[in-house]
T-cell receptor
Framework: TAGITQAPTSQILAAGRSMTLRCTQDMRHNAMYWYRQDLGLGLRLIHYSNTAGTTGKGEVPDGYSVSRANTDDFPLTLASAVPSQTSVYFC???????????FGPGTRLTVL | GQNIDQPTEMTATEGAIVQINCTYQTSGFNGLFWYQQHAGEAPTFLSYNVLDGLEEKGRFSSFLSRSKGYSYLLLKELQMKDSASYLCAVMDSNYQLIWGAGTKLIIKP
């Protein structure tokens, strides 16, 4: 199985533009998460979804939005990108029977 | 506030043993995780502790003391491929993971 896939692998984006980072999992996991990882900092939770149709805010939600229309997909949208959103973005998922989170390969985003 | 502390960087020799410490202060505790992350790659799950004591998994072991807010990851018989960052994360009372900044482990021949 593919596990979790993310697209694109990397992207350079002009400030003020919008962008959607895609995340798809084929493990039928209930919960999905979006993190950002910046040098010298731990992973920080942006948004999460415990089940299809529900979403919640994490530690750093401002400037980002998510939707969870079905179990498999959890896109992250930047409505108007700013340079401080330059980061590596990881999507993760977990099953309700265990707390372990499994990560996608990441998207490296540069906002200029 | 919530805080996870681990050393920024450690160096060890191939074939040796290294212990990576993690201390935490969180609102509630529902388990502690260790992940391995090679440069440019995603974090991958290594171990999970929810009760005090040592969990052994091959060359890797993880220890937890809830009363001390302390954990360590022990890596034995180090190999060059173990060069990576090791991330400590605690699941808080809201079942959210709080992450440390990671420890970069450098293995020298």
């Amino acid at each position: 199985t593919a596990g979790i896939t993310q697209a694109p692998t990397s992207q350079i984006l002009a400030a003020g533009r919008s962008m959607t980072l895609r995340c798809t999992q084929d493990m039928r996991h209930n919960a999905m998460y979006w993190y950002r990882q910046d040098l010298g900092l731990g992973l920080r939770l942006i948004h999460y979804s415990n089940t299809a149709g529900t979403t919640g805010k994490g530690e750093v939600p401002d400037g980002y939005s998510v939707s969870r229309a079905n179990t498999d997909d959890f896109p992250l949208t930047l409505a108007s990108a700013v340079p401080s959103q330059t980061s590596v973005y990881f999507c993760a998922s977990s099953d309700s029977s265990e707390d372990t989170q499994y990560f996608g390969p990441g998207t490296r985003l540069t906002v200029l | 506030g919530q805080n996870i502390d681990q050393p920024t960087e450690m160096t060890a020799t191939e074939g040796a043993i290294v212990q990576i410490n993690c201390t935490y202060q969180t609102s509630g505790f529902n388990g502690l995780f260790w992940y391995q992350q090679h440069a440019g790659e995603a974090p991958t799950f290594l171990s999970y502790n929810v009760l005090d004591g040592l969990e052994e998994k091959g060359r890797f072991s993880s220890f937890l003391s809830r009363s001390k807010g302390y954990s360590y990851l022990l890596l034995k018989e180090l190999q060059m491929k173990d060069s990576a960052s090791y991330l400590c994360a605690v699941m808080d009372s809201n079942y959210q993971l709080i992450w440390g900044a990671g420890t970069k482990l450098i293995i020298k021949p």
